[in-house]
T-cell receptor, first 116, second 112 residues
Framework: AQSVTQLDSQVPVFEEAPVELRCNYSSSVSVYLFWYVQYPNQGLQLLLKYLSGSTLVKGINGFEAEFNKSQTSFHLRKPSVHISDTAEYFCAVSDLSGGATNKLIFGTGTLLAVQP | KAGVTQTPRYLIKTRGQQVTLSCSPISGHRSVSWYQQTPGQGLQFLFEYFSETQRNKGNFPGRFSGRQFSNSRSEMNVSTLELGDSALYLC???????????FGPGTRLTVT
């Protein structure tokens, strides 16, 4: 079965500093990987996705992620964070074991707390 | 293009009652998925509908059910509500063949 592990439940960082949010997955089949962001009292917004091709994926709001198949990781990075980046970030993997489906398996989330 | 809409946004129900939540996907999207989000269990997949057929189902009891209409709008129903059903219920839609899903703002259900 596929699973996603987000190693940090909370990451405090100062404004304009770089940040990395870690995500590892477990799967016996090829996967599609996603990062979503959730602001308070809102739904999830897609930041970026990896389906195939280049392992470095660029997303919205200056975020990027690198797919590393050998380490089964998909870490999210931003070179300089802003106060407005404070939110919960979720890593997710598509469950392709059941055929055509859009089922996502989510990690437990990482709260990015940007301090001035 | 309008995003995914969910109604109602907030709901308070009593234990034992039933509830129906509604989701309107982005125009042209035929796949609708439902997720439950709680502090303890995180985000969990409930089910997915595509062209009015349930394509996948998560590990939830039979009290949780759903359906999809010909216009792709979807509803989920929870019968005999329990306190543990209190959660944010999120709906997501996507195009056939694409794996990125677009989420609505959610319905916050509180069971007392």
């Amino acid at each position: 079965a596929q699973s996603v592990t987000q190693l940090d439940s909370q990451v405090p960082v100062f404004e304009e500093a770089p940040v990395e949010l870690r995500c590892n997955y477990s799967s016996s089949v090829s996967v599609y990987l996603f990062w979503y962001v959730q602001y308070p009292n809102q739904g999830l917004q897609l930041l970026l996705k990896y389906l195939s091709g280049s392992t470095l994926v660029k997303g919205i709001n200056g975020f990027e992620a690198e797919f590393n198949k050998s380490q089964t990781s998909f870490h999210l990075r931003k070179p300089s964070v802003h106060i407005s980046d404070t939110a919960e970030y979720f890593c997710a993997v598509s469950d392709l074991s059941g055929g055509a489906t859009n089922k996502l398996i989510f990690g437990t989330g990482t709260l990015l707390a940007v301090q001035p | 293009k309008a995003g995914v809409t969910q109604t109602p946004r907030y709901l308070i129900k009593t234990r034992g009652q039933q509830v129906t939540l509604s989701c309107s996907p982005i125009s042209g999207h035929r796949s609708v998925s439902w997720y439950q989000q709680t502090p303890g269990q995180g985000l969990q997949f409930l089910f997915e509908y595509f062209s009015e057929t349930q394509r996948n189902k998560g590990n939830f009891p039979g009290r949780f059910s759903g359906r999809q209409f010909s216009n792709s709008r979807s509803e989920m129903n929870v019968s005999t509500l329990e306190l543990g059903d209190s959660a944010l219920y999120l709906c997501a839609s996507s195009l056939q063949g694409f794996y990125e899903q677009y989420f609505g703002p959610g319905t916050r259900l509180t069971v007392t």
